[in-house]
């Protein structure tokens, strides 16, 4: 799960153009449809959310236990490469 949330926060973070809200029920609907009960879904997920972000130092994510998540624009995981024409 860790790998699928680093590659959600890659591809999403870098063209915010401001703060979204991300709820429970929303991350549960897209990383944990098998489980039956959010708590144990958000029990599970923090840990795999921590390893991601550890991997992504530069995404700006809050975390609220109750809530969700709220995401900000960061930059990108791995810079911009630059073709040069020759």
Same mark, same amino acid.
């Given at each position: 799960?860790?790998?699928?949330?680093?590659?959600? #926060?890659?591809? !999403?973070?870098?063209? #915010? =153009? +401001?703060?979204? /809200?991300? @709820?429970?029920?929303? $991350?549960? @609907?897209? %990383? +944990?449809? =098998?489980? *039956? /009960? #959010? !708590? %144990? %879904?958000? &029990?599970?997920? $923090?840990? @795999?959310?921590?390893?991601?972000?550890?991997?992504?130092?530069?995404? !700006?994510?809050?975390?609220?236990? *109750?809530? +969700? $998540?709220? #995401?900000?624009? @960061?930059?990108?995981?791995?810079?911009? &490469?630059?073709?040069?024409? +020759?």
């Amino acid at each position: 799960m860790a790998i699928d949330i680093y590659v959600w #926060l890659a591809y !999403r973070l870098h063209v #915010l =153009s +401001g703060p979204v /809200e991300v @709820s429970w029920p929303a $991350l549960k @609907s897209q %990383f +944990g449809e =098998s489980y *039956k /009960e #959010l !708590r %144990f %879904f958000r &029990r599970d997920v $923090l840990p @795999s959310l921590d390893l991601a972000l550890a991997a992504y130092p530069e995404a !700006r994510v809050h975390i609220d236990e *109750k809530r +969700g $998540l709220t #995401l900000y624009p @960061s930059a990108p995981p791995v810079p911009e &490469r630059k073709i040069l024409a +020759g």
